[in-house]
């Protein structure tokens, strides 16, 4: 795990989501990526013991989704999962994931990449935990494409006529929790940084005031879903949609 963590980290995203999230998640255990801490990786060879407990209290049926897609038929599938699965019965670890506080003043951190890159600004949002068929989610689901995607009047300004980024990108995701809208900005004049910024939170304050046009909001709903289609074209990608989905709702 050290080895994969020490790949992830050689790219400037990693160290700049653990910082990012650990400032902004005190009590969750989204303060951490899905690796975990380094201080932790590294203390893996003496936690031996405590590994074993973590997998007796959480890799239980009941916490389990088996997902299959393919050319099988639900008759043929049962008896082959219960006669892998059948005996296994214990019960999940019932624990408290203890709630974050209510964030009350912007945060601002900075993360000192130690080679060279381009610097990345990432501009983030709290938002509420996903509920598929929500009004808060769909629009989740359609505001980076809004606001900062390809066909967006920002990216147009910022990218192609400017030239101040090399490209806008977003690192937000639907939750079973509260938890970040993100857009990161990879930026190639660094000088313009503070307008860059400005920019963002103006396109915001701007949609958040008047919306976006009838034809446009169609537009990018009609983009949005597409691509979700496109997205169920192979076995592969239907398990893994599968999967995100039912992570993110249940």
Do not use: C, H, M
């Given at each position: 795990m050290l080895g994969e963590y020490n790949k992830n980290s050689s790219r400037a995203y990693l160290p700049l989501q653990e910082k990012l999230r650990g400032e902004v998640f005190k009590r969750s255990t989204y303060g951490h990526t899905t690796l975990g801490y380094l201080a932790d990786i590294k203390k893996m060879p003496e936690?031996?013991?405590?590994?074993?407990?973590?997998?007796?209290?959480?890799?239980?049926?009941?916490?389990?989704?088996?997902?299959?897609?393919?050319?099988?038929?639900?008759?043929?599938?049962?008896?082959?999962?219960?006669?892998?699965?059948?005996?296994?019965?214990?019960?999940?670890?019932?624990?408290?994931?203890?709630?974050?506080?209510?964030?009350?003043?912007?945060?601002?951190?900075?993360?000192?990449?130690?080679?060279?890159?381009?610097?990345?600004?990432?501009?983030?949002?709290?938002t509420p935990a996903s509920k598929y068929g929500s009004v808060d989610t769909a629009v989740h689901n359609i505001l980076f494409d809004l606001l900062f995607g390809g066909t967006s009047a920002l990216n147009k300004k910022l990218v192609l006529e400017s030239g101040w980024l090399a490209g806008m990108g977003e690192w937000s995701w639907d939750h079973r929790d509260p938890y970040m809208f993100q857009v990161v900005s990879t930026v190639k004049d660094a000088s313009k940084m503070k307008e860059i910024e400005a920019e963002i939170h103006a396109a915001g304050a701007d949609l958040a005031k008047n919306g976006p046009s009838p034809e446009r909001l169609e537009a990018v709903k009609s983009h949005v879903r597409y691509r979700s289609l496109l997205q169920l074209e192979t076995p592969n990608t239907i398990a893994y949609q599968l999967a995100f989905n039912m992570g993110a709702g249940g």
């Open positions: 936690q031996y013991a405590y590994s074993l407990k973590f997998f007796d209290r959480y890799y239980t049926p009941d916490n389990t989704v088996i997902i299959v897609v393919g050319d099988v038929t639900f008759e043929d599938l049962v008896p082959k999962i219960a006669a892998k699965y059948g005996a296994w019965n214990k019960k999940r670890f019932n624990n408290r994931v203890p709630k974050e506080r209510a964030q009350r003043r912007e945060i601002r951190t900075q993360v000192d990449f130690p080679s060279p890159t381009l610097p990345r600004l990432s501009v983030s949002w709290r």
